[in-house]
Nanobody
Framework: QVQLVELGGGLVQAGGSLRLSCSASGRTFSDYSGAWFCQAPGKEREFVAAISWNGYSTGYRDSVEGRFTISKDNAQNTMYLQMDNLKPEDTAVYYC????????????????WGQGTQVTVSS
């Protein structure tokens, strides 16, 4: 199994940037495909971005395409979500997600979750 811990959330003004990180332990992270999901108050958890085991393939939700970048550093057992040009509607708790199977925009979430980190974007 793999354990996931997110860091990097916080409060930022609209137009600003944040970088979330997801540190993995317990098993080699290169075995896992990764993804980020978010959940706003009163809404269901939604897909944000996904990345393949080796980091060569990525996918994004339409509303974040061109603003967010997912990446994976297997040597550091860490996955990132660089969020630029943030908007108030990006406000949510962001969750790191991983699975041994390939995660994509249509695969559904993987088996393993982090605890979540709050991102708040003020207007």
């Amino acid at each position: 199994q793999v354990q996931l811990v997110e860091l990097g959330g916080g409060l930022v003004q609209a137009g600003g940037s944040l970088r979330l990180s997801c540190s993995a332990s317990g098993r080699t992270f290169s075995d896992y495909s990764g993804a980020w999901f978010c959940q706003a108050p009163g809404k269901e958890r939604e897909f944000v971005a996904a990345i393949s085991w080796n980091g060569y393939s990525t996918g994004y939700r339409d509303s974040v395409e061109g603003r967010f970048t997912i990446s994976k550093d297997n040597a550091q057992n860490t996955m990132y979500l660089q969020m630029d040009n943030l908007k108030p509607e990006d406000t949510a708790v962001y969750y790191c997600n991983a699975d041994l199977r390939l995660l994509t925009s249509t695969s559904g979430p993987g088996e393993f979750w982090g605890q979540g980190t709050q991102v708040t974007v003020s207007s």
